[in-house]
């Protein structure tokens, strides 16, 4: 999962959008102190149109294991 806006990687907290956008905690607050609209669509967005998510990484899992792809490749351990 990638910020929809930077794209960076997401861990843990993130925030989507009204318009159906992933944003990082860093863009989110970045159109919070600027009274901005969505980076990607350009959808006026405000607090309470915007709310937290937990980026679960299982589901990165899921579509990995479904597409034969082993987890272990990336490195990375399972989540337990
Ligand atoms: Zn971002
Ligand atoms: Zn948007």
Known sequence: M???ACWRELEGRAVSTKCG???CN???SKILSNDAACPICDEV????LM???D???NDEWI???MAGISPQIYGAELPK
């Open 51 to 53: 709310k937290p998510v």
């Open 2 to 4: 990638r910020c929809n």
């Open 21 to 23: 956008h992933l944003l």
């Open 45 to 48: 967005l405000s607090k309470s």
């Open 55 to 57: 980026i679960n990484p």
């Open 26 to 28: 860093e863009d989110a």
């Open 63 to 65: 579509n990995m294991a």
